[in-house]
């Protein structure tokens, strides 16, 4: 599957909930998401990210793939912490970015079951930004108005946009 890059619309539109009971594609497109970030050396990928319409991730941050439907943070520390991003769908760019260094995730299995996820450190960072992809925010736009204006400039010089 290809990656979508900004500036598609696609990429700051809010994803749709899957309802896990009837949609019997979750499988395939949890496979095909997984293979496309592991195509592109990434760590995380959202539905939206290859076109599709649906609150779906998947990510690897310890060698073991993870899939989740109808993602959200439930709780998020107080304590953060800024790092560096890239993104697959802004390739190139990278952008200081600060997130709750601790966050639990509830969502559902590709198979219905609930699932909750303790993350800290690199997994809750890589869980906060997939689930900014659903709701249509880039790593752009976690940039101060200045770097982004400059962020943008320099990614559409280069990609001849």
């Excluded at 949890?30 to 293979?35: D, I, S, T, W």
């Excluded at 592109?40 to 990510?59: C, H, M, S, Y």
């Excluded at 998020?76 to 912490?81: F, H, I, P």
């Amino acid at each position: 599957m290809e990656i979508l890059h900004h500036p598609s619309p696609v990429l700051k539109s809010r994803a749709s909930e899957v309802d896990t009971s009837v949609d019997a594609g979750l499988l395939d497109l949890v496979r095909a998401m997984a293979e496309t970030m592991y195509d592109e050396n990434g760590i995380g990928l959202a539905a939206p990210q290859i076109g599709v319409d649906k609150r779906v991730i998947v990510f690897d941050v310890d060698e073991r793939l993870a899939a989740v439907c109808n993602p959200i943070i439930v709780e998020a520390s107080e304590e953060t912490a800024v790092d560096d991003e890239g993104c697959l769908s802004v390739p190139g760019v990278t952008v200081p970015v600060t997130r709750s260094t601790r966050v639990v995730c509830k969502g559902l299995t590709i198979e219905g079951s609930d699932v909750s996820i303790e993350a800290s450190d690199l997994l809750a960072r890589v869980i906060q930004h997939e689930i900014d992809h659903l709701d249509g925010v880039l790593i752009l736009d976690r940039a101060p108005a200045e770097l982004r204006k400059e962020l943008i400039r320099a990614y559409n010089e280069a990609n001849g946009l």
